[in-house]
T-cell receptor
């Protein structure tokens, strides 16, 4: 079964450092997403991406964050200068065009990248 | 903004039924979803229900939707130890992003 893969599975970084989290979405999916989950908190939406541009972003997704699809397969999340409160599990997801056959717009998630900022 | 609430923990004996509850605030939700997260794994879609339905059954899983009360439940029949995981309720309105709850940790006691 097709899956979304994320790397690294765990990254430890110093405050102020730049971090890039990588994702390979499912190949025929056209919508891409980043979510995050701070320990013990809800899974929160960060950003959605379609047709090589951001389609929606949350208040969390400030100027420190950026996303890119550098080639036909990767989708990256960059945090420019990490803060302690960026420590979280970051999930990448992708979905089919136009909600898929059912219109339910089912998101397929990766296993997550745990970011620890010291 | 929209909110989704779930109880954080549920413990059941193997073979019993589990019922995980969720409430949401968005009256214009179109789809509601249940995702499962096993240790070290991503969020795996279990099932979803369209907002004009009140029940959906899929093998051991039964989803009940009370749209008037904005209440969603997931029943797992004959719960097994392999069902131990965190279960997330999520809702979506139109093309807006999924809104998740905090997740319910289900522990199955053998």
């Amino acid at each position: 079964e097709p899956e979304v893969t994320q790397t690294p599975s765990h990254q430890v970084t110093q405050m102020g450092q730049e971090v890039i989290l990588r994702c390979v979405p499912i190949s025929n999916h056209l919508y891409f997403y980043w979510y995050r989950q701070i320990l013990g908190q809800k899974v929160e939406f960060l950003v959605s991406f379609y047709n090589n541009e951001i389609s929606e972003k949350s208040e969390i997704f400030d100027d420190q964050f950026s996303v890119e699809r550098p080639d036909g397969s990767n989708f990256t999340l960059k945090i420019r200068s990490t803060k302690l409160e960026d420590s979280a599990m970051y999930f990448c997801a992708s979905s089919e065009p136009s909600g898929g056959a059912t219109g339910a717009n089912v998101l397929t998630f990766g296993a997550g990248s745990r970011l620890t900022v010291l | 903004g929209e909110d989704v609430e779930q109880s954080l923990f549920l413990s059941v004996r193997e073979g019993d039924s589990s019922v995980i509850n969720c409430t949401y605030t968005d009256s214009s939700s179109t789809y509601l979803y249940w995702y499962k997260q096993e240790p070290g794994a991503g969020l795996q879609l279990l099932t979803y229900i369209f907002s004009n339905m009140d029940m959906k059954q899929d093998q051991r899983l039964t989803v009940l939707l009370n749209k008037k009360d904005k209440h969603l439940s997931l029943r797992i029949a004959d719960t097994q130890t392999g069902d131990s995981a965190i279960y997330f309720c999520a809702d979506r309105s139109g093309n807006t992003p999924l809104v998740f709850g905090k997740g319910t940790r289900l522990s199955v006691i053998a």
